[in-house]
């Protein structure tokens, strides 16, 4: 990823990951403290292990239609997996005007 791949706001808690991402690699956010909301934007497909690991204040995910495959701890350690068995909890809003994909083994826990 380049630096223009993925722009953050509001010190970094609201992370935007570019459409020239297509997968995000093992370890890429990893123990990031500061994100708290990811939005995926139209062509990242995988999300690899321990990708978001430790990011411990991470609340949200927003999944474009194109993610076919999270692998297992992705996210472990966050907000999202750790009240669930470390199985991810993904929110997913109405106003992205698309339709995620939501990998099995996963869990939706409610709509925004």
């Known amino acids: 990823m380049n630096n223009k791949s993925v722009i953050r706001h509001d010190s970094g808690e609201f992370l935007y990951i570019a459409d020239d991402v297509t997968v995000i690699k093992k370890r890429t956010f990893?123990?990031?403290?500061?994100?708290?909301?990811?939005?995926?934007?139209?062509?990242v497909t995988e999300i690899c292990q321990s990708a978001f690991e430790g990011c411990t204040r991470l609340e949200k995910v927003f999944l474009p239609k194109t993610v076919a495959r999270i692998e297992n701890g992705a996210f472990a350690e966050t907000k999202l997996a750790l009240n669930w068995g470390e199985k991810p909890v993904f929110t997913i809003s109405p106003f992205?005007?698309?339709?995620?994909?939501?990998?099995?083994?996963?869990?939706?826990?409610?709509?925004a």
């Open 30 to 43: 990893a123990d990031d403290k500061r994100v708290r909301f990811v939005f995926m934007a139209g062509d």
């Open 96 to 111: 992205l005007n698309t339709t995620p994909v939501i990998p099995s083994g996963c869990i939706i826990s409610s709509f």
